[in-house]
């Protein structure tokens, strides 16, 4: 952890996890991971994921460097400091935003579309599935959507029922505000539809080199986001390091943009 009264931080790294911090090779990922390190002090760490807390508490007890706040379940869970306690304003948020028959309405939906099973150890407030044929998830997400729920499809597998308005993107702007860290001196980022949120923010951000081919599409015309030719860790480092040197995000994306035209 970031050690108290070390300062204002000089950059956030707001990430996903499967696939962009924990993806690329294992020397992309110890490079990058041993880069923060070094620089600890001047970094905040937030994990921003689609796993649960509890998931992301035992996976920053293994790796070598340990984020200081969580954002799970896909924006609908957020958990700070070094115990990893929720905010209560924000779990107030997210309360209201999840009616207390929300499992029961959207399973009843849900059972008219046996193409889609549920994920087990689901936990926030969502309920989450798996598909093959998007077929079956387009008619499901025009039946749940009808009872004033937000769907997410991701990745060719995923479907995920959240509360309206919810998703990594806009928990992750009230988690910055909460906690007074500088909007312009974040860094997200992501691989696949699930993390597009993030970069709707028009916070500055990265796809790193593996990203869903969807998310590719869905950021052409996104002026904030580098998409980076770099895998995984690989491209979470390209771009922080070259963020971390600069004043502003504006200077950051600029600079790749013009990088980009040479790729």
Known sequence: MRKAGSGAPR??????????????????RATLYDWIAQRRD????????????????????????QPDHLVGDVGTSVACGPAYE???????????????????RIGAAMQQHPGLSEQPIVGGRRRSYY???????????HDVQRLGF?????????????PRGVQKGPTLLR??????????????AGDTLNDLSMFDTGLAGVA???????????????????????PGAAGVLDALQRFHRTEDSHGFITGHRLSQATL
């Open 150 to 162: 937000d769907i997410l499809i991701s990745d060719n597998l995923y479907f995920d029922v959240l």
């Open 42 to 65: 001047e970094i905040v760490l937030i994990f921003v994921s689609g796993r649960g807390i509890e998931f992301m508490r035992g996976l920053a007890d293994e790796l070598p460097v």
């Open 208 to 230: 790193v080199g593996n990203r869903e081919a969807a998310l590719d599409a869905a950021i052409l015309q996104h002026g904030n986001v580098y998409r980076s030719p770099h």
């Open 131 to 141: 598909f093959k044929d998007h077929t079956h998830a387009t008619a499901a997400r």
């Open 11 to 28: 950059t956030v790294l707001a990430t996903d996890l499967d696939g962009t911090f924990l993806g690329g090779s294992v020397a992309q």
């Open 175 to 188: 988690t910055l505000q909460a906690l007074n860290l500088p909007a312009h001196r974040t860094l997200v």
């Open 86 to 104: 929720p905010l209560p304003h924000l779990e107030q948020w997210l309360d209201a935003s999840w009616p207390a028959d929300a499992h029961a």
